[in-house]
């Protein structure tokens, strides 16, 4: 067996938890320790003890929990099917499903609850027509519903994308042996594809139940209060008050958040989803017959209209002039563009170079840890996954206010500019705040990695360096790609932590514009004409890069056909 | 085999990094305003004062009011901001106490004391008024229209069965402007009466809002009918080409939105050119701007308002509340817990008992049955009523509770143990206020 480690390696991880050190766990340290202590500084359960006497606080606990898992299951009945119809058949929709799959992500959620409140709120369109009509009015957009409604709308792409390249990893030999001992159909899937798929699925799953429990926005836009994130958000941005409550509040979300995550983990231990052939197909994909067709392109258009409809509703409020109690807007204009574009192209580049970097350390940190954690035995390995994982569950305005109190006796070297004012610590807020979805889809594209891929490469004389960069990385492309993608779009509209640590209109990202805008009464139009011009930008990004990883994985094959 | 996404990426990352390095750092003089007010506003300033100093950037940080006071409070002392510019004057108290702002020796000596009974320029000199704004109601004509509802004038109105669903307001918890509203209408009325009438209305609403403008915003759009809101948002609106309407109900308050300068500010002369600029002839004609509708503290300048702007000098909005701040101030935590314990976080609850309410008093109307009017009057008792009586609101050691501002774990106990008597205490009372309604109605057949 090979040691437990190499120096190289325990270099790696040191490196990693520094940066997590400095980045995530002392800033969250210096506004949590609030939790646990007296204004005289002394240490005290108390305030714990005081916040489960609360039956809100418990009422709200467990409408996250609810709401969550509720997310979790109305996502998968979305991106199932999706991810199944790419994976299984060859036809033209699948790059559709990818690309147009993932824009939901794109979009800041205060922005897209507002869009739906549009088109399915009270007034929206639809209970507009509904009301002419029959006189009806849906309550789609109220309480935890609504809430869990507009989540799994938004969030099924981390499903979709994990998922999607889970079942690509499966190798055909895998069903074709599965098919020559007498297996089809549902149980084919059942017994065979679906456990192979299950890491990628268990990702995603985790992925949106995290993201669901923590989001504060969304709810906050439909007014729904009585869940926990909102419950921390009300109390830790009330002025004046040093109320502990609110902390005590994000301490638990953090430690619920690694609970779940820990309990997902635990669900696959002791199993091994690794298959040893690579490089053969992927799985069969057929030919839709008619009615599958039909079934398939019904079912994706359903859901893309759904799906897409946040962005119907932004694309009307980009170009309308007027749009009040109206199905449609009732006058239209391009000026909302105009003003964009007079004003805040920058913000554009900006956001573009934040996410950019966040999303490129994201996925060195993620692919490093996964390799750690599963390929070496060095000690406290599986720390490193919890608390980079666990910065899903920190609000942002408490990794904001971290970060300007942590850093604020620093200036850059050679500078008299202080650290915290200076565009980088926003990028690094980025990198800390979407590092967990990127870590997921590493770790599970490298459990889909057999090793001894690896031992043949070593037996074959190849260096540790030379077998990862030749055989694992390009093994894990997938995930990597997957996990690049979600962490650069959801950075793009990260806005907590963005509104605390933005020194100067100049280094603000589109995030920050699309919030501004959308605070004023004129406002509305340039600011979804903002949010359409980042979908447009980002979505082109990403279907850029699946070209590439498309054209890539056609060379790799014509490659293997031509030995 | 090469990768090809992430050497690009990364290459594109390193090149920025390197620029961003070697970037020159700029010597302009700059003056850095922390702010909550909307685009059109601080746009409309920062372009007329970069016309009249232009050797000065102004730079514009827009960030929420609490994110505001947390930026100021964290920013390193070589590099604190310079102005700082919101409506709600609590943020101010708070920054004060902390010593975070400095005294601005020479206010504008035209702006009178006092609007009202409410000091315009802070008495101890920390900060001052910059524009005027009232309360006030708001509709979406259309939506009235299609839902057939009159059109509302007074606090009082929103409280009939009649807007049931339809009205919106924020939370002073929230909005520093909602709280002025909310204790405004509770010094008009009195504690108890106040409560009841805000009970009422919250009872109307088809959401109480997170934020200050998701009321406005709601109203716009049409979401909700009604919305109690401050008046530049209801006068901006409406001169943007919205179906809106906007009337100052005779209960109201006018104060002021404020500006101060931060302790310790890195450009504070160019600070104070600017406050001085905004409160000049110059920077106050600004305010009448159609899409920034708000009231100057200058009266001079009112001479030069487009038709129909209010002028609250000429006593035209006549505010009939003498607004005690001082009041205001010693129960502030008390007002906004309050609101929300009973009423933001058990809005669902609240609502229910005030359809059922409706519903009984609308199957009663016209008939008359004692035992089912005495259980609707019941009913409506348990909905309507403060769960903190007036008296417990004038006492000095129950206020004292809040105003302690140390974390510690007594205090942090008993506030928790109120927040959850009250809540609990809410709730019971609506659930009780749904059964005797319900059976008033059932009487009634």
Known sequence: MTPRFTFPQAALALAIALFLLVFLLVPVATVLYVAFTNSDGSLTLAHLRSFFQLTLMREALYNSLYVGGMSVLASSVLALPLAYFTARFRFRGALLIQTLGVLPLIMPPFVGAAAMQLLFGRSGSLNLILGDWFGLNLPIMEGLNAVIFVEALHYFPFILLNLTVALNNIDSAMEESAQNLGASGLRLFRRIVFPLALPGYMAGAALVFLKVFDDVATPLVLNVTDILAAQAYYRITSIGIDDPIGYVASVIMVVASMAALAGSTWVMRGKDYATLQRGGSALATRRLGPWQGLFAYGWIALVLLLVLSPHIGLVLLSFSRLWSFTVIPESYTLANYAAVFRDSPFMLWNSLVYCGIAAVLDVAIGTAIAYLMQRTRLPGRRLLDLVASGAVAVPGIVLGIGYLRTFRGFNLPFTELPFVSFWLIIAFAFTVRRLPYALRSCVAALQQVHISMEEAAENLGASNRRTIFRIVVPLMAGGMLAGFVTSFLTAAVEISATLMLVSATSDAPASYGIYLYMQSIVGRGPGAALGVITVLLVGLGTYASHRIMRARSLRFETLQALK | ?445
């Open chain 2, 1 to 445: 085999m090469p990768n090809i996404k992430l050497p690009y990426l990364s290459h594109l990352a390193c090149a920025a990094l390197a620029l961003a390095f070697t970037a020159p750092v700029s010597a302009q003089q700059q003056v850095v305003i922390v702010t909550s007010f909307p685009k059109e506003l601080t746009g409309a300033y920062k372009k007329a004062f970069e016309a009249k100093y232009p050797g000065i950037k102004a730079e514009i940080l827009n960030k929420p009011t609490p994110a505001g006071v947390a930026y100021i409070r964290e920013a390193p002392a070589n590099n604190k901001p310079d102005v700082f510019w919101v409506s709600a004057p609590d943020a101010f108290q708070v920054l004060a106490t902390e010593k975070l702002l400095a005294r601005i020796e020479t206010p504008a000596k035209e702006v009178p004391n006092k609007i009202g009974n409410y000091p315009i320029n802070d008495p101890n000199g920390y900060y001052l008024g910059q524009a005027l704004a009232g309360y006030g109601i708001m509709w979406n004509t259309r939506y009235l229209a299609a839902n057939k509802l009159p059109a509302p004038k007074e606090w009082a109105d929103l409280a009939k069965p009649v807007y049931f669903g339809h009205v919106a307001i924020s939370s002073p918890s929230r909005s520093g402007t909602t709280h002025l509203t909310v204790e405004t209408i509770l010094q008009g009325e009195g504690w108890e009466k106040g409560w009841r009438q805000m009970l009422m209305i919250a009872g109307n609403c088809a959401a109480i809002t997170e934020r200050s403008f998701g009321v406005p915003d709601g109203v716009n759009s049409g979401q909700y009918g009604i919305g109690l809101v401050i008046d530049f948002f209801g006068l901006a609106a409406k001169s943007s080409g919205f179906p809106t309407e906007f009337v100052y109900p005779s209960v109201t308050a006018i104060v002021p939105a404020n500006i101060g300068l931060v302790a310790g500010a890195k450009n504070a002369e160019n600070a104070k050119k600017f406050i001085d600029y905004t409160l000049s002839p110059e920077g106050q004609q600004l305010l009448f701007d159609p899409q920034i509708s708000r009231l100057p503290v200058l009266p001079s300048v009112y001479a030069k308002a487009p038709a129909g702007f209010p002028n609250p000098f000429t006593g035209k909005i006549k505010p009939k509340v003498n607004f005690d701040s001082e009041l205001s101030e010693s129960r502030y935590y008390v007002v906004s817990s309050l609101f929300d314990q009973t009423i933001t976080f058990r809005h669902k609850e609240l609502t229910q008992a005030a359809k059922a309410i409706d519903a009984a008093t609308a199957k009663l109307a016209g008939k008359s049955n004692p035992e089912a009017a005495k259980l609707l009057a019941e009913a409506r008792d348990y909905a309507y009523s403060p769960v903190v009586s007036a008296d417990k609101a004038k006492d000095k050691e129950f206020l004292a509770l809040y105003r302690n501002t140390k974390r510690d774990a007594e205090k942090t106990k008993r506030i928790t143990a109120l927040e959850e008597h009250w809540g609990n205490t809410a709730r019971a009372n609506y659930a009780k206020a749904v059964d005797l309604a319900n059976r008033a109605a059932a009487l009634a057949k």
